[in-house]
């Protein structure tokens, strides 16, 4: 599984920010970059595990989990999981509360869709609380249940974008 401009997606978490004179104008071109860095990241995972479905379907389960892993670990290496404490970006947003839930729900979305060794290991949620694997659902199922995942959760980083849009300074 190849990632094409993996450390691309991930640069926008390490670049420092200047405040500029309207900062709220600033922060809200900054959410719009986060936005579509998410939908990036939603669109590329969505193609490479389609890809990855396929490998499986025709090389096995062992061939797919090792290559899931082997992602995973060079996920772990761009450090998504300190990211609202660590990436500027995030930091600067969340400084004006008004933008927290959006950042919490990049943070979120980061933290579901880039813990893809869940493919793996059958921890794709169904339902709260209920757990499938490939084993008792299938392949086909367990993956277009992960796909509805990232999607839920990219739709939870839109909608909390969307009210950033009527944002005024106080």
């Known amino acids: 599984m190849d990632i094409p ?9 390490k670049r420092n920010i200047d405040r500029k004179n309207d900062v709220l104008k600033q922060r809200k071109e900054l959410a ?6 998410c939908q990036t ?5 969505l193609e490479t595990f389609t890809a990855a479905v396929e490998r499986w ?10 290559e899931i892993i082997a992602q995973e670990q ?15 970006i995030m930091k600067f947003l969340a400084e004006d509360e008004r933008f927290g839930p959006f950042v919490n729900s990049c943070a ?3 933290h579901s869709a880039l813990s893809v060794k869940r493919l793996a ?21 367990m993956v277009a249940t992960w796909h509805a995942e990232i ?3 990219l739709r939870n980083v839109s909608m909390n974008h969307m009210a950033l849009k009527i944002l005024t300074p106080i």
């Open 74 to 88: 060079d996920f772990m290496k761009l450090e998504y999981w300190g990211l609202e404490h660590e990436s500027p």
């Open 121 to 141: 290991w059958g921890q794709i949620e169904d339902h709260p609380g209920h757990f499938i694997s490939s084993h008792d659902v299938g392949l086909d199922v």
């Open 108 to 110: 979120d979305f980061y």
């Open 41 to 45: 990241w939603s669109k590329v995972l």
């Open 57 to 66: 379907k025709t090389e096995g389960r062992e061939a797919a989990e090792r």
């Open 32 to 37: 719009l970059e986060m936005l579509e860095n």
């Open 5 to 13: 401009g993996l450390s691309t997606l991930y640069a926008i978490h």
């Open 151 to 153: 999607e839920r959760m």
